[in-house]
Structures are given as structure tokens and as C-alpha cells.
């Protein structure tokens, strides 16, 4: 549980560092810097399992490494460019409906069986979502 609410923090703030440091024209140096950062500090757990020779990554490992490596970073520079032209509490909410992209892929690719609750939920947060985008408040 502790993990959980540390997560939940973690993730609750990163946007308003992000905001607070686009606004100051600092694009480049934010997404480099902290992806560095975020590379040491998850280095460190990696290399100690690898030391204990229980770090066995096959080609599927890999793999997964490469995508998620390059998926985080195209991730990241899109939500950077959100971050520079709306609000913070805007992209915030629309970049926390990823759990629907999540929940079909896991249908699609995993078979995993999901409740009628959990499909009628998809559209739902979907129509939220691009009310949130389209039917702003002008400021």
C-alpha cells in the first residue's frame, strides 16, 4: 500500500514540476535532465539483480526494455508539447484516462477477461475525456 500512495504522490506532482518548468522555457532541459535522472535512479536496482546473476532477460526482455525505453521517450515529448500550449490540469486529466489503452490492450493481446463494467467504462471515459479537450473554459 505504501508503494501505491507513494506512486499516486509521485505522479500527482510530476505534472506541476513539468508545468512550472515549461512556463519557463525550459523544455529541452527538463525532458533531458529528468530522464537521465529517472535512468540512474532505476539503474541502480537493475544492476544490483544483474550482479546476483538473477537478472535472466531473454529476447522477449529485451524487447520489452527497447519498446518501453522508446515508448516512454516519444511519451514523454508529446507531454511535454501538452504541457507548453494547455493547462496542467487539463493534460493531467486526459493523460490519466491511459488506463482505458491499458485495459483493451490487455483484452486484445492478453485475453484477459474483463467485466461488461469495465467495457461500458471505456466510452464513458472516452466522452470524458473529449469533453474535457473540445468544451474548455476560454481563459
Partial sequence: ???????????????????????HGHHSYILAGSSVI??????????????RGSWDVDRIGIFCILALGGIAAIG??????????LPASLVSLA?????????????ILFHEQLKLGQWLGVPFLAIGVFLLLFYQNPT
Fill in 95 to 107: 493523460v490519466a484516462a491511459h488506463p482505458v489503452v491499458t485495459l483493451v490492450g490487455a483484452a
Fill in 38 to 51: 529517472w535512468a540512474l535512479i532505476t539503474f541502480f536496482p537493475a544492476w544490483r539483480q544483474w550482479n
Fill in 1 to 23: 500500500m505504501f508503494n501505491l500512495i507513494m506512486s499516486l504522490l509521485c505522479r500527482g506532482v510530476q505534472p506541476l514540476l513539468v508545468k512550472l518548468g515549461v512556463q
Fill in 76 to 85: 514523454s515529448i508529446f507531454y511535454f508539447r501538452a504541457m507548453d500550449v
